[in-house]
Nanobody, 124 residues
């Protein structure tokens, strides 16, 4: 069983930056696809970024492309999401998720373990 713990959320002004971290335990982190998913009130979940097990492939939703960067450190069992030029519409709960059955995954429904989420609020 995999446990995921996110940190780094908070309140920031528009144009600011935040860095989210997700520490994983259990399982073999270096073999799993990882992703960051967000959900804003009244909206569906959105896969904002994904990274392959080795870190050589990444995916970004159009809404965050050019502003967010996903990365991972397999030695530390940690995945990161650097968020720059934040906008009020980025306000959401951000979840770290793992797909243990794939080396790279952009299908949100395939992610089988999720963290508890961290709130990101961007004020205008």
């Amino acid at each position: 069983q995999v446990q995921l713990v996110e940190s780094g959320g908070g309140l920031v002004q528009a144009g600011g930056s935040l860095r989210l971290s997700c520490a994983a335990s259990g399982g073999t982190f270096s073999r799993y696809a990882m992703g960051w998913v967000r959900q804003a009130p009244g909206k569906e979940r959105e896969l904002v970024a994904a990274i392959s097990a080795s870190g050589d492939m990444t995916y970004y939703a159009d809404s965050v492309k050019g502003r967010f960067t996903i990365s991972r450190d397999n030695a530390k069992n940690t995945v990161y999401l650097q968020m720059n030029s934040l906008k009020p519409e980025d306000t959401a709960v951000y979840y770290c998720a793992v797909d243990r059955n794939a080396l790279y995954s952009t299908r949100i429904h395939n992610y089988d373990y999720w963290g508890q989420g961290t709130q990101v609020t961007v004020s205008s």
